[in-house]
């Protein structure tokens, strides 16, 4: 283990808060059968881990973090993707770039809750798709990236959930049809978490362009999980609201 890792886990440790860490392992889902089945908590909050992130981004390399994402904590997992979210912003080529998003997906197994899916996808991998899109004025199927499509087919929920929040750069920059893409096809995804993340996007969708969204839950509200549902439609007003959950 390297001094600087040594260093980080050591600063995460010390803040360890046993009775915290009970009340997230059970917010987290940490119990047989759950999905967060076995994870372990040392019970740090956000704000705790975004101090340790901002004293260590100047002196953190990448290799470093194979050391910390490993980890069987569910906190020193957290700060090495926030730590990776912090290289990603000063990487300066398409190469530098290229080797974090590598590093994030060649790790995906150990992101596997949905604040570390939430925390990092959007301004690592999705940054990264979006950034390599080519600069068209109008939406086409070709938008899509074929790496979040394969995301959202995989047998694994957080890659799914991966491939979801990868979409918001391209909200953010008017491109609503790769979320709109992956939305139909996660429409009949088992998973609640799943439900959410896509309402939640979809809601995002809404707040740019209610039209868009609009025209979507007139062709696919009926078909859409409840959950999933209540999520997009939460800014319409009451009456609107009221109309999708009466058609759903």
Known sequence: MSQIVEKIVADIKKQADLEKAKQLQRFFKTGPG?????????????????????????QIVLKDLFELIKSSYHEIRLVSLLLLVELYKKAQTPKEKKQLVDFYLQNSSYINNWDLVDLSADKILGKYLYEKQPKQKKATVQEVPLLLMK????????????????????????????TLELAKKLMS??????????????????????????????QYALKMPRTMLRYAIEKFSENKRKFYLKKN
């Open 34 to 58: 759950e999905y967060g089945e076995g994870d372990l908590f040392l019970g740090l909050t956000v704000p705790q881990q975004r101090l340790i992130v901002r004293d260590y981004r100047e």
């Open 189 to 218: 995804d088992q998973e609640d978490l799943i439900h959410k993340a896509v309402g939640w996007l979809l809601r995002e969708v809404g707040k740019r362009n209610e039209e868009v969204l609009t025209a979507f839950l007139d």
């Open 151 to 178: 995301l959202a087919k995989s047998d694994v929920l957080w890659e799914r959930r991966i491939a979801v929040l990868s979409t918001f750069p391209f909200i953010r920059a008017g491109k609503f049809l790769p």
